[in-house]
Each structure stands twice: as structure tokens, then as C-alpha cells.
């Protein structure tokens, strides 16, 4: 199949530079044969955001929003798609003609990193931002709806509290100090932390029973997912939330099944370089 006419997509963020999207997105248009098609990173900055959208055409597809971009975008759009506006993050726009339509993918990224069907009974979540949120709705979506929360400062997770009452979702916060004597016993931990932030974590685990997934993946592996496997856990490396997050934005901005084991091949290919 070859695409009618040019196509453009990319992922925005600050910093972007080392964005693996390019990477997942360009490999999917290869395999479908999207010869059309072209997916870059660009760096914006929050307030560069307003702009940027402005000046784009009728050749765009779709946008993958990073940090900062993925809360500060939901002014700036058309209209949000009821889970990315229950989560309060949208990581993917889409474009129907001029409307800019905002979705999430990394809730889907999530539930089949994880490859679980549910229930789980008792799960924990380190971190309180976007993808916090994102966690808390595919934990939902496994059935379980009071997970434990570790975060820097409970009086500071506001935006996630809200989001979570938005999804009916009943976690219980603690500080990210309680995490290393408790993790342990959880059927499935879910770290949103940025790279290096949960090694103190690491640190002091003594022990693990259920699944890690780390949703950062540099390094490779954290250190994190080493503490952990060392304790006898399973580890789902954070490059499999990325990959399936992609391939589901594939989905959405082509309208062509996502050709996983490509992108796959091409992500193990680029992290093992």
C-alpha cells in the first residue's frame, strides 16, 4: 500500500532530542509501505505550544506529546476523547481536518505491557504526574481501584487526586520513603518516576513478589528493575509501554493495524546500538 499523498506526524516535547518515537513510527510507515509519510521530533516548550499548533497544514496527521506538553495541550484542543479526559493527560493528537482531536495511548501502552487480564488486588504506583494518572486508569481497567500511591509529598498530588476521583478510582498515598518496606508485597508495581528517581528506592528493597514495570528505560535496565529481579520479581522493561503506546498512536493517525513485531525489531535494534 503506498500513502496518496505526503503525510506528517512527530513527537513534541522539551527536551525531545532523545525521543525513541521516531525511531517506532518511521519503522511502522516502512512496514506498511506509507512511503508518503514522515514522523520527527520537535522541541517546544509550553509556551511555544500555542504557536506551533497555529502554523501547522493540512498535511498533518498526528502529533505524541511528551513531557511538559502532555496536560498543558488540553486548552489547545478541539476536543478530548473521554478517557484522555478522565485521565487528565493526552499524549496523541489527531487531526480530522483542522480539528485537533487529543487521545491516550499510553493507558493502552500500559495494560499490554503488562499482558495481565486482572483482577489485581493489590497494586502500587510510584509517582504522582501524567503518567501517574495514565497508571491509575489501566490499573482501573485490570480491576483494581485501590491502589497504593507513593509520592514525593502527598499535599502536592493534587492533579492526580482529581484525577483519580474523576475515574472513580480510591487509592491510598504515601511518601516515596514507605515504598522500599512495601513495594514488595505488591502483585504489580508500576514506577512513573523519571530515570535515576526511584534508585534510592533500589537501594533499600529487601524483597519483591509480583511484576515491576519501570516506564523508564534509560538506562537499560534501571536500577530499579535490577534491585527488583534480584529479589525474585518479574520485570516488564518500560520500553513495552512505549512500544505499544506507539503502535496504538500507528493505529490511530494511519488507520492501518500497527505492525508490532517491526517496530519491535526496530526499537531492540536502536537500544541495543
Request: a negative charge.
Amino acid at each position: 500500500m503506498t500513502a496518496a499523498a505526503q503525510r506528517r506526524a512527530a513527537v513534541l516535547g522539551h527536551p525531545v532530542a532523545h525521543s525513541l518515537s521516531p525511531v517506532l513510527h518511521r519503522a511502522a510507515y516502512v512496514a506498511l509501505g506509507l512511503d508518503g509519510w514522515s514522523y520527527d521530533a520537535v522541541d517546544v516548550t509550553e509556551d511555544g505550544l500555542p504557536a506551533f499548533l497555529a502554523g501547522l497544514d493540512d498535511s498533518w496527521a498526528g502529533l505524541s506529546l511528551t513531557m511538559p506538553l502532555k496536560q498543558s495541550i488540553i486548552p489547545l484542543l478541539d476536543h478530548v476523547e473521554p478517557l484522555a479526559e478522565v485521565v487528565g493527560a493526552v499524549n496523541t493528537v489527531l487531526f480530522q481536518g483542522r480539528t485537533l482531536v487529543g487521545a491516550n495511548t499510553d493507558v493502552h501502552g500500559i495494560v499490554a505491557a503488562l499482558g495481565l487480564t486482572g483482577p489485581i488486588t493489590r497494586a502500587a504506583v510510584l509517582g504522582a504526574g501524567a503518567t501517574a494518572s495514565s497508571t491509575l486508569a489501566a490499573l482501573a481497567q485490570l480491576r483494581c481501584t485501590s491502589p497504593v500511591v507513593y509520592v514525593r509529598a502527598v499535599a502536592r498530588a493534587g492533579a492526580l487526586m482529581r484525577a483519580a476521583h474523576r475515574m472513580g478510582v480510591t487509592p491510598v498515598y504515601r511518601t516515596l520513603d514507605e515504598a522500599p518496606a512495601e513495594i514488595g508485597r505488591a502483585e504489580v508495581v508500576i514506577s512513573t518516576l523519571p530515570p535515576y528517581a526511584a534508585d534510592p528506592i533500589a537501594e533499600r528493597l529487601v524483597a519483591a513478589e509480583g511484576v515491576l514495570l519501570d516506564v523508564a528505560y534509560d538506562p537499560r535496565p534501571t536500577a530499579l528493575s535490577v534491585a527488583w529481579a534480584s529479589v525474585g520479581g518479574a520485570v516488564v522493561g518500560g520500553e513495552q509501554m512505549l512500544l505499544h503506546q506507539a503502535a496504538e498512536q500507528v493505529r490511530l493517525m494511519t488507520g492501518h493495524p500497527a505492525p508490532l513485531a517491526a517496530m519491535s525489531s526496530a526499537l531492540e535494534d536502536k537500544l541495543t546500538a
